[in-house]
């Protein structure tokens, strides 16, 4: 077939889904997307791994009842997003996740959303949050959650110029709005697939975590699943991305 036979088809096949309410992408657009900036959600792989991940940005109670659950349970391998103003506040805590051999990405200084903001807002904030944990844990995270995990393709490609990799979720436990333990531990248990990324909180405002967190390892375990950060997820796979 023809590129000339193949792009009239095209066409005509893009005009009979426009009369059923559905699109199709044109082959240069499909590309075009395939190329603009992306977040990371997951990565595909057949081996059961996946990387737990906690976001800190606010309180003391909660953060180090984690780490002894983390420890307890032999859990050696989790990636922490914490917040620079966090980071300052409670510098032994952030030092101790340090200390634990945990993976340590930027959560950004002030917790508003990024796309509400210029660049040279972005790159100001995410500046700071570098300072403050590099300055308490000797570490220039790599890796970075927007706050409220907000984010648009011009988010991204700032972020990424300044050299960090955009980190969201594919699982999400919900801890924060403290649904309940059981209802916690099901969202992760019962959704989680290979190469999943987990998003939890290590923040006070999560005060079922404790209690969800042994089960949630536990049964993870029981269903073969072992544990790794986030860069060594996604370090040497197929990434599957996209912008929501």
């Known amino acids: 077939m023809t590129w000339k036979a193949i792009r009239r088809w095209t066409q005509l096949a893009a005009a009979a889904l426009l009369l059923t309410g559905l699109s199709i992408a044109h082959p240069a657009t499909a590309s075009a997307k395939s190329d603009a900036p992306k977040a990371i959600y997951k990565v595909e792989t ?29 859990v050696k391998k989790a990636t922490f997003f914490l917040s620079g103003p ?7 805590i952030a030092k101790r996740i340090k200390a634990m051999g945990y993976e340590i990405g930027s959560h950004g200084n002030l917790h508003k959303d990024f796309s509400n903001y210029p660049n040279s807002w972005i790159r100001q904030q995410v500046q700071i949050a570098d300072q403050s944990i590099a300055q ?10 927007t706050p409220n995990g907000d984010f648009n393709p ?10 960090y990799k955009v980190i969201q979720w594919n699982t999400d436990s919900l801890d924060w709005k403290n649904p309940g333990v059981q209802n916690i531990v099901n969202r992760v248990t019962k959704r989680v697939v290979p190469g999943d990324i987990i998003l939890m909180h290590a923040s006070d405002s999560s005060k079922q ?12 375990r029981q269903q073969g ?20």
């Not at 966090?86 to 032994?92: A, F, K, R």
């Not at 308490?136 to 959650?145: A, E, F």
């Not at 975590?209 to 993870?220: E, G, R, W």
């Open 46 to 74: 057949d081996k059961k791994v996946v990387a737990l991940t906690f976001d800190i940005s606010w309180g003391n109670k909660v953060p180090e009842p984690v780490l002894d659950v983390l420890k307890e349970q032999n």
């Open 86 to 92: 966090w980071t300052l506040h409670h510098p032994e």
């Open 136 to 145: 308490v844990t000797g570490v220039h995270p790599k890796l970075i959650r």
């Open 154 to 163: 011009r988010v991204i490609a700032c972020l990424n110029d300044m050299g």
């Open 209 to 220: 975590i404790v209690q969800a967190l042994p089960q949630i390892i536990s049964q993870l």
């Open 225 to 244: 699943y072992q544990f790794v950060t986030v860069s060594e997820l996604i370090s040497g796979t197929n990434v599957s991305s996209s912008v929501q």
